[in-house]
Antibody
């Protein structure tokens, strides 16, 4: 069973770049699935950020596309997220996610990122 | 983008009640829909996949139905531990989109 663990700074300053890493175990990210990120502002609903397929296409939420980069490191079996020019509106719980065509989404445990000076 | 309209946004029911939550997709998504339960401070947990298949380990009081644009999640006999927020999610077409959530309170 695929398992994912997010890591990264819990606080990021406004206008800076948010960087998170997701370490995947139990499944090689080069074997399949779309790998990506979902976020949830405190007390609010879920928002898909984007996903990439190893050796294939990437898809980003149009509302975030200009600021987001998701990449894969197959040597470390990791998925990374970079979100530039952050504001307080980017404060959220960030989940690493794997998308399967049948089962839908596998979730990491999530990591809270607060944008604050 | 495919819009997922989930209703109701909240509901309150008693132990033993039958509860139904609905999601409507703005266009057909075949059966590429899942239902997820989220408790405070926790990641969403998959209950149903492919619209009507019960995730392993999930109690049989949970069931899903529908295809195309209309989907339902039913809890046949509500239990205290079912207090949570429930989300539908479509993964037929990028971007993946979610329903707004249904907050379920046990009376």
């Amino acid at each position: 069973q695929v398992q994912m663990q997010e890591s990264g700074p819990g606080v990021v300053k406004p206008s800076e770049t948010l960087s998170l890493t997701c370490t995947v175990s139990g499944y090689a990210i080069s074997s399949g699935y779309y790998w990506g990120w979902i976020r949830q502002p405190p007390g609010k609903g879920l928002e898909w950020i984007g996903s990439v397929l190893h050796g294939g296409s990437s898809n980003y939420n149009p509302s975030l596309k200009s600021r987001v980069t998701i990449s894969l490191d197959t040597s470390k079996n990791q998925v990374s997220l970079k979100l530039s020019s952050v504001t307080a509106a980017d404060t959220a719980l960030y989940y690493c996610a794997a998308k399967d065509d049948i089962f839908g989404i596998y979730w990491g445990q999530g990591t809270l990122v607060t944008v604050s000076s | 983008d495919i819009q997922m309209t989930q209703s109701p946004s909240s509901l309150s029911a008693s132990v033993g009640d039958r509860v139904t939550i609905t999601c409507r997709a703005s266009q057909g998504i075949r059966n590429d829909l899942g239902w997820y339960q989220q408790k405070p401070g926790k990641a969403p947990k998959r209950l149903i996949y492919a619209a009507s298949s019960l995730q392993s380990g999930v109690p049989s009081r949970f069931s899903g139905s529908g295809s195309g644009t209309e989907f339902t999640l039913t809890i046949s006999s509500l239990q205290p531990e079912d207090s949570a927020t429930y989300y539908c999610l479509q993964h037929s077409t990028n971007p993946i989109t979610f329903g707004q959530g249904t907050r379920l309170e046990i009376k």
